[in-house]
């Protein structure tokens, strides 16, 4: 990856266009071919870009009519489009070069299959008495996250989300309307299970006689310290 930081103006030329005054950027040359375009606020995002494939073209101020003060043009073509990004540079503050290497990718932590694997061994969360039956509970229609039962040694069917929405209440919708033909398992009853729980997936889930339980990933995995809150 090239990291160059430089006194330039940009000009997207394409199926839209778009130019950035002169200003101190920082410009990043990726090994895929896409080029981005920084400044020092505007959070993540790049003020502009080209996305990969696509070929960077330097070019001398000698080589060709620029305006007065440029000192070499970038040009980066789009291999797909006749997109152009030109960036053109009055002056070059910092120049640098690093093999990143091969990147392993995010690995994600408090994902559903952490949730699920959390709460199959504290299934006591659901309520004393619970016991599991397992997790993955294969149906015609997909797998349950857990089948338990509950002090009463009645089925009970938990669907897991992060963030439980609408969708979710109508997927154990369904699995409840299946499991309920099942003379060994019924009566089902429903449990959605979520870190967040949005007000018109709950009011739904109660309309439909299935509880809703709010999940604290922390505690659950054993980080949250109960004792030094302040609340």
């Not at 000009?11 to 040359?29: I, Q």
């Not at 152009?84 to 932590?109: A, F, M, V, Y």
């Not at 963030?163 to 429903?190: F, H, K, M, S, W």
Request: net charge negative; proline share 4%; with cysteine.
């Amino acid at each position: 990856m090239r990291l160059v930081i430089a006194r330039c103006s940009v000009d997207y030329v394409g199926r839209l266009k778009a130019h950035l005054p002169l200003a101190t950027r920082l410009l990043l040359v990726k090994a895929d071919g896409s080029v981005l375009v920084h400044s020092d606020g505007g959070s993540y995002k790049p003020l502009n870009w080209m996305s990969p494939p696509a070929t960077l073209r330097v070019t001398s101020a000698e080589d060709i009519d620029v305006e007065v003060g440029v000192i070499e043009q970038w040009t980066v073509q789009s291999a797909k489009t006749d997109d152009r990004l030109i960036i053109n540079i009055h002056e070059q503050l910092h120049d640098t070069s690093h093999e990143l290497g091969q990147d392993p990718g995010l690995i994600k932590d408090g994902v559903e299959a952490d949730l699920q694997r959390l709460l199959a061994d504290q299934i006591e969360r659901l309520g004393a008495g619970f016991s599991l039956i397992r997790r993955e509970y294969f149906t015609a229609i997909g797998p349950v996250d857990i089948l338990a039962r509950d002090a009463d040694g009645s089925t009970v069917a938990i669907e897991l989300k992060r963030r439980g929405d609408i969708d979710g209440v109508e997927q154990l919708t369904r699995y409840l309307e299946l499991l309920n033909r099942d003379p060994l398992l019924a009566p089902v009853r429903g449990i959605f299970a979520a870190q967040q729980i949005k007000p018109q997936a709950r009011v739904l889930a109660t309309d439909r006689g299935i509880d809703c339980i709010t999940l604290d990933y922390d505690a659950m995995r054993g980080v949250d310290d109960i004792e030094s809150r302040l609340f």
